[in-house]
């Protein structure tokens, strides 16, 4: 009989739903840090989560200029809606709209680099949070999970585009207009307003 200790078996990966426990659990945390920053800022949470799709410079896994009708896209909501949240926005300082150059019917929407001191002030003690708890985790470990949430993120992204998208057809066939849909001049349109209209015009 031999005097060697038993070997202990590996921990078994969690299953998906103990993921999906785990990943609904993040997420909470993150809302509920960004319901804490919008109120701070006299915003709504609508409000973040447009401000966020406007910092990563897309709305989406294809890059491309952020635009009313993108942000309509991303976050379920009416035009009239989308105008309500860039309004807000812009009169916090965050972002502010322009005309395309070529195309003055479309507007854009560009995050003001000095207003990432108040997110930054805000959120410093989330990115100490951060490297603390990833101080405990090897190299490889990291790069591990790093790649799963980022798989994880696409394939979500890509999920509920999906589901939006079978949802339009599903109300196109059966006659049904999107309630986002508004009396529009064009995809990227917006009604006249004094902070376009004095700076371009």
């Keep these: 009989m031999s005097d060697q200790e038993p070997t202990p078996e590996a921990p078994r990966p969690p299953d998906s739903r103990a993921f999906g426990n785990l990943l609904q659990g993040l997420a909470s945390e993150m809302n509920l840090l960004g319901h804490d920053f919008a109120a701070a800022q006299g915003l ?94 090897s190299p490889d470990e990291l790069r591990t999970v790093a790649r799963f949430l980022g798989r994880m993120t696409t394939g979500l992204e890509e999920l509920r585009r999906t589901r939006r998208e079978d949802a339009q ?5 059966r006659g049904v207009q999107d309630p986002r849909d508004g009396a529009r001049t064009g995809p990227d349109s917006e009604p006249p307003s004094s902070h376009m209209t004095n700076r371009n015009g």
Excluded: K
């Design 169 to 173: 057809d599903a109300q196109d066939a």
């Design 44 to 137: 709504h949470a609508t409000d973040v989560q447009a401000l966020l799709a406007i910092m990563r410079g897309s709305t989406g896994v294809t890059p491309g200029p952020v635009t009313p009708s993108r942000l309509r896209e991303e976050l379920a909501l009416t035009s009239g809606a989308v105008t309500a949240v860039l309004d807000r926005l812009e009169r916090a300082g965050h972002i502010h709209r322009s005309r395309d150059a070529a195309d003055r019917r479309q507007v854009q929407v560009h995050y003001n680099p000095g207003a990432s001191r108040m997110a930054a002030a805000w959120f410093a003690p989330v990115a100490a949070c951060t490297d603390e708890v990833a101080a405990g985790f």
